[in-house]
Nanobody, 124 residues
């Protein structure tokens, strides 16, 4: 069982920045694929960014992004802290959503574990 706890959401003005954090349980965090998704009322949850497994000091892994956030958001991870981050900049009102962290513990493309979500509101 993997537990995920997000933090860092809040209210920010258009053009501002915010960093979300997701702390994960588990002794093999470095082997997990991790991702961020977001959801607004009445819409399906959508993919935001993902980062593959990595080895500290070795394989650095790879990242993927939704086109809507490419160049503005950066996903990163700190395996020593069992934490994945989402650095968001140049925020737009359409980025307003509940952001969820997800874990793919077998790195097989299946996100089996989800956090409770953290609200991000971008005001104009």
């Amino acid at each position: 069982q993997v537990q995920l706890v997000e933090s860092g959401g809040g209210l920010v003005q258009v053009g501002g920045s915010l960093r979300l954090s997701c702390a994960a349980s588990g002794r093999t965090f470095s082997s997990y694929g991790m991702a961020w998704f977001r959801q607004t009322p009445g819409k399906e949850r959508e993919f935001v960014a993902a980062i593959s497994w990595s080895v500290t000091g070795g394989y650095v892994g790879y990242t993927t992004y939704a086109d809507s956030v490419k160049g503005r958001f950066t996903i990163s991870r700190d395996n020593a802290k069992n934490t994945v981050y989402l650095h968001m900049s140049s925020l737009k009102p359409e980025d307003t959503a509940v952001y969820y962290c997800a874990a793919d513990p077998h790195s097989d493309g299946s996100y089996d574990y989800w956090g409770q979500g953290t609200q991000v509101t971008v005001s104009s």
